[in-house]
Nanobody
Framework: QVQLVESGGGLVQAGGSLRLSCAAS????????LSWYRQAPGKQRELVAS???????NYADSVKGRFTISRDNIKNTVYLQMNSLKPEDTAVYYC?????????????WGQGAQVTVSS
């Protein structure tokens, strides 16, 4: 059974920092592409950052220079370090795993972590 468990969300003031973690089990983590998405109230879910199995990162323009995605293949965990947070970063953040040994349409989602940035 595949499980992705996020942690680290919370309430922070604008300009502050948070680090999200997502611990995975049930997949071969080291050969999975990993991503963070977010969904704000009334908006569509959007891609925030991704990191391939070869450690290549990619970021949405809105978070470049402020967020950093990383992975630890020993701990089977993906992280999202969020600095200089803005109120518009407020959303539920979801981690996503796409095992490269499965079809591209096969992805797994975590339950979500609420991030609230106050002005």
């Amino acid at each position: 059974q595949v499980q992705l468990v996020e942690s680290g969300g919370g309430l922070v003031q604008a300009g502050g920092s948070l680090r999200l973690s997502c611990a995975a089990s049930g997949i071969v983590f080291s050969i999975s592409n990993l991503s963070w998405y977010r969904q704000a109230p009334g908006k569509q879910r959007e891609l925030v950052a991704s990191i391939t199995s070869r450690y290549n990162p990619n970021y949405a323009d809105s978070v470049k220079g402020r967020f950093t995605i990383s992975r630890d293949n020993i701990k089977n965990t993906v992280y999202l370090q969020m600095n200089s947070l803005k109120p518009e970063d407020t959303a539920v953040y979801y981690c996503n795993a796409q095992p490269t040994y499965m079809s591209a349409s096969q992805t797994y989602w975590g339950q979500g972590a609420q991030v609230t940035v106050s002005s």
